[in-house]
Nanobody, 121 residues
Framework: QVRLVESGGGLVQAGGSLRLSCAASGRTFSIYRMGWFRQAPEKEREFVADITWSGGRTRYADFVKGRFTISGDSAKNTVYLQMNSLKPEDSAVYYC??????????????WGQGTQVTASS
């Protein structure tokens, strides 16, 4: 089992910044990659960014490239999402997720409880 706890959400004016954190505990040695997803009201959950735990390879959704940065601290079992130049359309509940499938060939199987991010216009 892997437990994920997010923090760092909040209310910010458009153009501002927030940094989300996600601390993993439990069987963290089994984590292949960690990612961030978001879900706005009445919309489906969408991928934001992820990072492999070994090697630190990153991927981003097109709508956050150049504005968001994902990073990880393996010693602290924590992944971060630095969000700059926030737009009102970035407002959503942001979820941290962990993929423990061998070589990352599966899907995300552990999820945090989510943290609300609101960028006001």
């Amino acid at each position: 089992q892997v437990r994920l706890v997010e923090s760092g959400g909040g209310l910010v004016q458009a153009g501002g910044s927030l940094r989300l954190s996600c601390a993993a505990s439990g069987r963290t040695f089994s984590i292949y990659r960690m990612g961030w997803f978001r879900q706005a009201p009445e919309k489906e959950r969408e991928f934001v960014a992820d990072i492999t735990w070994s090697g630190g390879r990153t991927r981003y959704a097109d709508f956050v490239k150049g504005r968001f940065t994902i990073s990880g601290d393996s010693a602290k079992n924590t992944v971060y999402l630095q969000m700059n130049s926030l737009k009102p359309e970035d407002s959503a509940v942001y979820y941290c997720a962990a993929d423990t499938s061998p070589y990352g060939l599966g899907t995300y199987d552990y999820w945090g409880q989510g943290t609300q991010v609101t960028a006001s216009s």
